[in-house]
């Protein structure tokens, strides 16, 4: 079955820096890759997705890439803000199941 | 707000109790999902529900039973749970089990004494 990891586990940065998070997969078969955004108290909420026809997409301050050849694929944040902290999940679909990482804690110091 | 609802948002039960957690979303969507969500795993898939049939049982006990009497409600009847099934329990739904994009709840955090 799939299996996606994550890294890193935390993420401290300064506002204004750029934050990357990184995920790989291990089914080929995996073809939908989306990144969901969880803060305290709430569930995870999608922020932007990536489907295997595209290499990359962008919206606003979020970008994510996928390499299928590599099977990786991240999520890009510019110009952090505080609001911005939060624990990231990266997921992969194979066969209409979603399977998710073990999340991101981004921690956006002013 | 995610269109998806759950209740309560906190439960604690000692383990001879029987409790339900509820979701309904308000999405028209037809797939429902319940995931559990523990301390540094990643969020593991439980059951399924498209247009009020379970194609998915992940494994699960026993002890955990869902219901979906239609496809805007998704029940997770609880019954003599383990202090290991602490966790946060997040309802989710998509248009249908073929559109990949899930939409959830706020979760129910639960505790087992």
């Known amino acids: 079955g799939e299996n996606v990891e994550q890294h890193p586990s935390t993420l401290s940065v300064q506002e204004g820096d750029s934050a990357v998070i990184k995920c790989t997969y291990s089914?080929?078969?995996?073809?939908?890759f989306p990144w969901y955004k969880q803060e305290l108290g709430k569930g995870p909420q999608l922020i932007i997705d990536?489907?295997?026809?595209?290499g990359e997409k962008k919206d606003q301050r979020i970008a994510v890439t996928l390499n299928k050849t590599a099977k990786h694929f991240s999520l890009h944040i510019t110009e952090t803000q505080p609001e911005d902290s939060a624990v990231y999940f990266c997921a992969a679909i194979t066969f209409q199941k979603l399977v998710f990482g073990t999340g991101t804690r981004l921690l956006v110091s002013p | 707000e995610t269109g998806v609802t759950q209740t309560p948002r906190h439960l604690v039960m000692g383990m001879t109790n029987k409790k339900s957690l509820k979701c309904e979303q308000h999405?028209?969507?037809?797939?429902m999902y319940w995931y559990k969500q523990s301390a540094k795993k990643p969020l593991e898939l439980m059951f399924v529900y498209n247009f009020k049939e379970q194609t998915e049982n992940n494994s699960v006990p026993s002890r955990f039973s869902p219901e979906c009497p239609n496809s805007s409600h998704l029940f997770l009847h609880l019954h003599t749970l383990q202090p290991e099934d602490s966790a946060l329990y997040l309802c989710?739904?998509?248009?249908?089990?073929?559109?990949?994009?899930?939409?959830f709840g706020p979760g129910t955090r639960l505790t087992v004494l």
């Open positions: 089914d080929s078969a995996s073809n939908y």
């Open positions: 999405l028209g969507h037809n797939a």
């Open positions: 989710a739904s998509s248009q249908d089990i073929k559109y990949n994009e899930q939409f």
């Open positions: 990536i489907r295997s026809n595209v």
